[in-house]
């Protein structure tokens, strides 16, 4: 910041536009973000009220689905587990869609899309600055879901160690590391839905056009990943390998989906990024 100096006429001060703190700002104060990160926490409240409400002594079944719910009250390990199975199904996807889908259409919607870029500031920086503090407010939320699930999960059900869908007993020491991985890749496999819900951002000026048609487009690849028919082809579906990471929690760990599910994750989100940064810079900002 410039000091004027005496005797001469007062500078205007300067500051960098289109800062990364003006962007964390303009994030936070949406309320958007704060009812989704109030969501996140209410999540494992409303889970712990259901199962309160329900008779835990009721049929046992062997699917896996089955399995998580069955388990979910022996501990905080398994409370975890069967958080993340749920919400990593359609919250975590939509939280995704909605932290990257949004923010570019926000503005335009606002009509100061076009006032932000008669800044000094290339477009790829206004972008770029958009798609990170999207990305991390995901991995944030992702993060906030699993450690305060864990304390509502040891306050209501004991801190009893993992017991995984295939009877396997795992110890904090050995399940720690191993639910990071977990976590980690849980991540990955939200960036694709994240990149197409920035590509349909930069497209479109209405926020829920990007939001929807990501999780949409989501629930379609779900879709027709049910069908055989498809195979090898469906492999290459984004979300194809999404449960993946219950093979990190194993006794004797399963790497070979992890590995694939995440250079496909990869692959698609780099994509849709690459068409964003494309479309964005040659089109006409009128609003």
Same mark, same amino acid.
């Given at each position: 910041? @410039? ?43 409303? =889970? ?5 409400? /329900? ?15 069955? =388990? ?28 990257? /889908? ?19 500031? @290339? @477009? ?47 110890? &904090? ?25 920035? &590509? ?54 399963? &790497?070979?989906?992890?590995?694939? /599910?995440?250079? &496909? ?23």
């Amino acid at each position: 910041m @410039r000091r004027p100096v005496a005797g001469s006429r007062p500078v205007a001060v300067t500051r960098a536009p289109l800062s990364w703190r003006a962007e964390w700002r303009r994030q936070w104060s949406r309320r958007r973000t704060l009812v989704s990160f109030a969501l996140v926490l209410a999540l494992p409240l409303i =889970l712990v009220g259901a199962f309160a409400l /329900g008779d835990r002594s009721s049929t046992q079944r062997a699917s896996t689905s089955a399995r998580f719910v069955d =388990l979910a009250q022996s501990g905080s390990a398994n409370f975890v587990l069967f958080t993340l199975f749920v919400s990593s199904e359609l919250l975590l996807i939509l939280l995704a869609a909605l932290f990257c /889908g949004d923010a570019v259409p926000s503005e335009a919607s606002w009509s100061s899309l076009r006032y932000l870029l008669m800044a000094p500031v @290339r @477009r790829a920086r206004l972008l770029t600055s958009k798609l990170v503090v999207g990305v991390v407010t995901t991995a944030m939320a992702t993060v906030l879901l699993v450690a305060w699930s864990a304390l509502v999960g040891g306050l209501a059900y004991g801190w009893a160690s993992l017991t995984n869908p295939v009877g396997e007993d795992l110890s &904090w020491a050995q399940l720690l590391p191993r639910l990071a991985v977990a976590v980690a890749y849980i991540f990955v496999t939200l960036l694709p839905v994240a990149a197409i819900a920035f &590509w349909l951002g930069v497209r479109s000026d209405a926020p829920l056009a990007a939001v929807g048609g990501a999780v949409l487009v989501s629930i379609l690849a779900s879709i027709l990943d049910q069908i055989d028919a498809l195979d090898p082809w469906r492999n290459a579906l984004p979300g194809h390998y999404s449960r993946a990471w219950q093979d990190a929690l194993l006794l004797d760990p399963k &790497w070979t989906a992890l590995v694939h /599910g995440t250079l &496909w994750s990869l692959a698609w989100a780099a994509l849709f990024t690459l068409l964003a940064y494309r479309r964005f810079g040659r089109a006409d900002i009128l609003s």
